[in-house]
């Protein structure tokens, strides 16, 4: 499998996420970060996003953000992306909503890691099922054996 790069003017892999990102429950505007990526390989049908939390004391983490049906010529969301709409769908978060739910890890834990993740896919998105419906477990579950590259810049957060 080929890997894309994804990056943000925003932050760098590793380094914390703006607050401006943060959940408004947490003291931020619930702004998506601006993500940008390269390396989608011929033949894409379609790119989906996700942002996951591993760190949140759920024992399997936190979706923030499910975004499918992307084209595959699209290589950048701007800043507060998460809530606009497209040509693309929003899944379902953990917050039990659709499009960017920003950070809010319990005050004093240490830094939360939180995944950005590319697929590109060799499929439609409603092919695959794929919908406004989708949570991050079946995103994960129905890309199998469809993601032709992916990858993912992991940015970090916490709350004093």
């Not at 914390?16 to 894409?44: C, D, F, M, Y």
């Not at 996951?52 to 499918?68: E, I, L, M, S, Y």
Request: glycine share 12%.
């Amino acid at each position: 499998m080929e890997d894309i790069t994804v990056r943000s003017a925003q932050f760098e892999e590793g380094r914390p996420i703006p607050v401006s990102a943060a959940h408004r429950a947490a003291g931020g505007q619930n702004k998506s970060p601006q993500l940008s990526w390269s390396g989608v390989p011929e033949g894409t049908k379609s790119l989906a996003l996700s942002c996951w939390d591993p760190d949140a004391p759920t024992t399997v983490g936190f979706a923030h953000w499910v975004r499918v049906g992307m084209p595959p010529s699209l290589a950048e969301l701007a800043e507060g992306a998460g809530t606009e709409r497209g040509e693309w769908q929003d899944g379902l978060t953990d917050w039990g909503e659709h499009g960017y739910g920003g950070m809010a890890p319990p005050a004093g834990d240490p830094p939360h890691h939180y995944q950005f993740t590319v697929y590109a896919l060799d499929a439609e998105a409603k092919e695959l099922g794929l919908d406004e419906h989708t949570t991050y477990a079946k995103l994960r579950f129905l890309v199998r054996g469809h993601v032709l590259a992916s990858g993912t810049l992991t940015g970090t957060y916490a709350v004093a």
